[in-house]
């Protein structure tokens, strides 16, 4: 099939439809220069915001560099409490943690139904105090009344035929053995009549205060042992006490377990300490909390920072190196560690000699993959004394990095101690792009 298409138009209707240029009017002309020129003022004020510190100069020391060695912040193996058969391990080796999660679970049947028992038990003694806080019922209060009532009749005519059977006697028209009846009647009428005045005003008064405090004890008692069993349920569960790395596994699903027994071994990377070996002419120089700089081969693109923590005062006889302790912040990266346990690193102490450094802010390093840098920045303006920002361009300026000084880190390059280096916004900044700045201290 051969699709039919339509015929094009005449040409002197198609060139009528071009409009000519030439015979534009001017008020379009200004039009269009209006629009280009708000296009540039709208570019002007788009400009990218940056925030810029001065360099600092000064003495400070050089460089020492050593190696050191990245060990964890925290190292346990994690035991079972109970003995019992595991019915699953949760994590295996490798797999990071936190503090909280699951790590194996022991089989629970036993121990649910012992707990389940004990809550029972616990509802019975609960609903006996119950009872005997609430003290007697109406009722019963009513019924031991009408009890006593009832002796109390049964006790007057049991008197009154005493009295009667005594002057039976009299006129000796009663036997010795119809009064010993009527007596034991009487006595045994008094008698229940006690009892059951007794009965009532103990259903009156309620319950004893010791009755009371023996309940209440039973009570404890039971909720205490809800108490053990469910912390014996809890303990079927081995939990992580902190944020961290499994490195070894010791048991598998079904095996069984005794209390006490490791199940895993866990350490913590979220914070690493660096130990480092200083000889004894370089240790006087260290103080705690001072900053070190660390140096990663593995790692050439991260500035890493770490803070003097402890300086162990005690030799090594052989080599006479004092072993200090360097804490790092750790960074996780898709929950694998920056650095890891075992790792060596190079770290840059500042005991060597005095020397006229040059520091920025640690925050104005650009790392990239094999080189460091800053953007230094030259303004396109003079100051004014009412103006808060200046608009500039910047340059890129590599830098080989040394010691660190709290927030600062000393660096040689191409930079004078006048300029201005980008301490925040420069991630995504090119060589000569134009940017808006505005200055800190420091």
């Known amino acids: 099939m051969i699709a039919l298409r339509p015929a094009p138009p005449p040409l002197g209707r198609f060139n009528a439809a071009i409009p000519n240029?030439?015979?534009?009017?001017?008020?379009?002309?200004?039009?269009?220069?209006?629009?280009?020129?708000?296009?540039?003022?709208?570019?002007?004020?788009?400009?990218?915001?940056?925030?810029?510190?001065?360099?600092?100069?000064?003495?400070?020391?050089?460089?020492?560099?050593?190696?050191?060695?990245?060990?964890?912040s925290r190292k346990t193996t994690i035991g079972c409490a109970l003995a019992g058969r595991v019915r699953e391990l949760t994590l295996k080796r490798g797999a990071r943690l936190e503090a909280g999660d699951s790590i194996a679970q022991l089989q629970t049947?036993?121990?649910?139904?012992?707990l389940e028992a004990a809550k029972a038990q616990l509802r019975l003694v609960q609903h006996q105090l119950a009872e005997l806080e609430t003290g007697s019922r109406d009722e019963d209060i009513a019924e031991a009344k009408?009890?006593?009532?009832?002796?109390?009749?049964?006790?007057?005519?049991?008197?009154?035929?005493?009295?009667?059977?005594?002057?039976?006697?009299?006129?000796?028209?009663?036997?010795?053995?119809?009064?010993?009846?009527a007596i034991a009647e009487a006595d045994s009428s008094k008698k229940l009549l006690l009892a059951e005045t007794i009965a009532h005003q103990r259903l009156v008064a309620g319950p004893r205060a010791e009755q009371v405090a023996q309940a209440q004890a039973s009570v404890d008692l039971q909720r205490e042992q809800v108490r053990l069993l469910e912390d014996r349920l809890q303990k079927h569960t081995v939990i992580a006490p902190f944020d961290g790395y499994i490195t070894a596994e010791y048991t598998e699903a079904g095996a069984w377990i005794t209390?006490?027994?490791?199940?895993?071994?866990?350490?913590?990377?979220?914070?690493?300490?660096?130990?480092?070996?200083?000889?004894?002419?370089?240790?006087?120089?260290?103080?705690?909390?001072q900053s070190i700089r660390i140096e990663c081969s593995e790692r050439p693109q991260e500035l890493l920072l770490g803070t003097?923590?402890?300086?162990?005062p005690s030799a090594d006889t052989r080599a006479r190196t004092f072993p200090i302790l360097i804490r790092v912040e750790n960074r996780i990266d898709d929950d694998i560690p920056i650095l890891m346990s075992g790792m060596v690193v190079k770290i840059h102490l500042p005991v060597g000699p005095q020397l006229e450094s040059?520091?920025?802010?640690?925050?104005?390093?650009v790392l990239e993959q094999v080189q460091q840098s800053v953007y230094v920045v030259d303004f396109?303006?003079?100051?004014?004394?009412?103006?808060?920002?200046?608009?500039?361009?910047?340059?890129?300026?590599?830098?080989?990095?040394?010691?660190?000084?709290?927030?600062?880190?000393?660096?040689?390059?191409?930079?004078?101690?006048?300029?201005?280096?980008?301490?925040?916004?420069?991630e995504g900044l090119t060589p000569g792009q134009t940017v808006e700045v505005t200055v800190v201290d420091g």
């Open 109 to 114: 049947e036993v121990v649910k139904i012992e």
């Open 380 to 426: 396109n303006d003079q100051p004014t004394a009412s103006q808060n920002t200046r608009t500039g361009t910047v340059r890129r300026v590599p830098v080989r990095l040394g010691i660190a000084d709290g927030g600062s880190i000393s660096v040689t390059g191409q930079l004078q101690p006048d300029e201005l280096v980008v301490t925040r916004g420069n």
């Open 259 to 289: 209390a006490g027994a490791p199940v895993i071994d866990l350490i913590e990377l979220d914070t690493v300490q660096v130990e480092v070996a200083v000889p004894a002419a370089q240790i006087v120089s260290l103080k705690p909390g």
């Open 21 to 72: 240029r030439r015979a534009q009017s001017p008020l379009m002309v200004s039009l269009l220069m209006a629009c280009c020129l708000c296009s540039v003022t709208a570019a002007q004020d788009e400009l990218p915001p940056v925030t810029a510190a001065r360099i600092r100069v000064g003495q400070s020391n050089s460089s020492y560099q050593l190696l050191g060695t990245v060990t964890p």
């Open 358 to 365: 040059t520091f920025v802010p640690t925050d104005a390093i």
């Open 146 to 181: 009408a009890r006593m009532e009832a002796a109390a009749a049964i006790a007057l005519r049991s008197s009154s035929q005493l009295q009667r059977i005594e002057r039976l006697i009299e006129s000796r028209a009663a036997s010795a053995d119809e009064v010993d009846v």
């Open 308 to 312: 003097l923590e402890r300086i162990v």
